[in-house]
């Protein structure tokens, strides 16, 4: 009995644990867009952008209520993930608007990785939550056309990116290291171990080669 209500309670916490980092990652992604559409070089990129940040807002209400409806308080479940996340953000300020969509496209890619494998170790109407909110969608592609229409309008800028990519997952998987080891209810569950740091190292190896062969499919190096 004791053993079923830890088990509950754990689960518990990682719902709440991962809803939360999920929702300040789109609260951050809604302010962080709306900012960046205003150096678009067109009027109908700046459109699409901000598109974009809207749909990033609506994720962020749908996490809100979410955690509401399981009895925890949005602001208490994101407030732990604020600085880390935000200093990940200082860190990684893009230089010009061909920076802010690979940023956009790394970060939205490598983290709906990260949250979807979080996810296969909660209830499963929290797993289909999950997926509907992180899986790929319309501005995951949306932002890989703008890349692709970038790189071939200007090939040089094809080296630059590359390094900026590189640079970003480095920074986006040492943050989701982070997020696991500081988070104690995140790492072990990732593959169902004490070791938290072990389950993190392994899983960042997997989103590094999902990263791989997304850069591979825009023609730049990993």
Do not use: C
Request: proline fraction near 4%; charge should be neutral.
């Amino acid at each position: 009995m004791g053993t079923s209500l830890d088990a509950a309670t754990s689960a518990g916490q990682l719902s709440a644990e991962l809803l939360g980092a999920m929702a300040y990652g789109e609260l951050s992604a809604f302010g962080r867009l709306s900012l960046d559409s205003r150096e678009a070089p067109t009027l109908h990129d700046r459109s699409v952008l901000a598109k974009i940040a809207v749909g990033a807002y609506g994720n962020f209400a749908l996490l809100s209520d979410r955690l509401w409806e399981i009895g925890v308080d949005p602001e208490h479940a994101m407030l732990p993930f604020q600085r880390s996340f935000d200093h990940f953000h200082e860190r990684t300020k893009p230089g010009d608007w061909f920076e802010s969509v690979m940023k956009a496209y790394v970060i939205d890619t490598v983290s709906s990785d990260f949250y979807r494998a979080v996810s296969m170790f909660l209830d499963s109407t929290t797993q289909h939550f999950v997926e509907r909110v992180a899986s790929p969608d319309q501005a995951t592609e949306v932002l890989r056309v703008l890349l692709n229409r970038a790189l071939a309008d200007d090939p040089r800028l094809a080296s630059r990116l590359a390094l900026w990519g590189r640079r970003l997952v480095g920074e986006a998987l040492t943050q989701a290291q982070r997020v696991g080891v500081e988070h104690p209810v995140l790492g072990p569950a990732l593959k169902n171990t004490p070791d938290a740091r072990a389950a993190v190292k392994t899983l960042t190896a997997e989103l590094a080669a999902k990263h791989a062969r997304r850069m591979t499919g825009l023609g730049l190096t990993a």
